[in-house]
């Protein structure tokens, strides 16, 4: 998979958007989710980050972390080893985890069939629920 290269704008406009400040911390911190294919650890962001010849605790990078998902901006991931992993891409898809290595399905249609499915058996506050489907080896 491709390396992916976000523009540094692009990532602050789309904190503001999310209703957070763009500070320097946070949009180092999501560029890199952003850029990454791999579902980084919050440890390979910390490296990531140091190799940039910056630095920031991990107790900034946890509580960054926790925000940017609170607001929408990353989901996270568990692998089999129950290591947290974050994703920057929160559009519908599916994550196959294997041991340590997270892939990513696309699907357009699934997601529009499993609300459909449980359209009559969901409570009204939860139709537009956010839908993750997470399958492990």
Request: glycine residues 4%; proline residues 1%; without cysteine.
């Amino acid at each position: 998979m491709e390396k992916r290269d976000f523009n540094q704008e692009d990532v602050a406009r789309r904190i503001r958007k999310s209703g957070l400040r763009a500070t320097f911390q946070r949009t180092i911190l999501l560029k890199i989710i952003l850029d990454s294919n791999r579902h980084p650890t919050a440890e390979m962001l910390m490296r990531k980050v140091n190799e940039q010849g910056l630095h920031l605790s991990m107790g900034t990078i946890y509580n960054t972390l926790d925000r940017f998902e609170e607001h929408g901006l990353i989901t996270r991931v568990h692998d089999e080893n129950d290591v947290m992993r974050y994703d920057g891409n929160t559009d519908f898809h599916i994550h196959l985890v294997d041991h340590d290595h997270i892939d990513d399905l696309f699907d357009a249609e699934l997601e529009n069939v499993i609300r459909k499915r449980l359209s009559n058996k969901l409570p009204d506050n939860m139709q537009n629920a956010k839908i993750e489907v997470t399958l492990y080896k």
